[in-house]
């Protein structure tokens, strides 16, 4: 069975990076599109960025454009979200999507399996 896990959440100040990592423990999994999903208090679940199976394919939400960047390690099972310049409107539960899919974008109803999610906090 699919399980992906988060890690890499926590506090930074405003401007500051963090890098969110997901690992899928399904290994046998081989077409495998994925996205990052946030949800901010009293808020509904949004996109914000996803990446095909190979990689060459990504895609954003327009607020995170050219200061969140989204890359796969499939040697290692692993997506990544690379966090820069974070601001207090980034403070979400970040949750990493898996889809049978090579590519689902920004669909959330197409993607197969979820993370239990992580925090992230700026600070400002």
């Known amino acids: 069975q699919v399980q992906l896990v988060e890690s890499g959440g926590g506090l930074v100040q405003a401007g500051g990076s963090l890098r969110l990592s997901c690992i899928n423990t399904?290994?046998?999994?081989?077409?495998?599109?994925a996205a990052w999903f946030r949800q901010a208090p009293g808020k509904e679940r949004e996109f914000v960025a996803a990446?095909?199976?190979?990689?060459?394919?990504?895609d954003y939400v327009d607020s995170v454009k050219g200061r969140l960047t989204i890359s796969r390690d499939n040697a290692k099972n692993t997506v990544y979200l690379q966090m820069n310049s974070l601001k207090p409107e980034d403070t979400a539960v970040y949750y990493c999507?898996?889809?049978?899919?090579?590519?689902?974008?920004?669909?959330?109803?197409?993607?197969?399996?979820w993370g239990q999610g992580t925090q992230v906090t700026v600070s400002s």
């Open positions: 999507a898996g889809s049978k899919n090579y590519y689902s974008g920004s669909y959330s109803a197409e993607y197969d399996y």
């Open positions: 399904d290994r046998a999994v081989s077409s495998f599109g």
């Open positions: 990446i095909s199976w190979s990689g060459g394919t990504t």
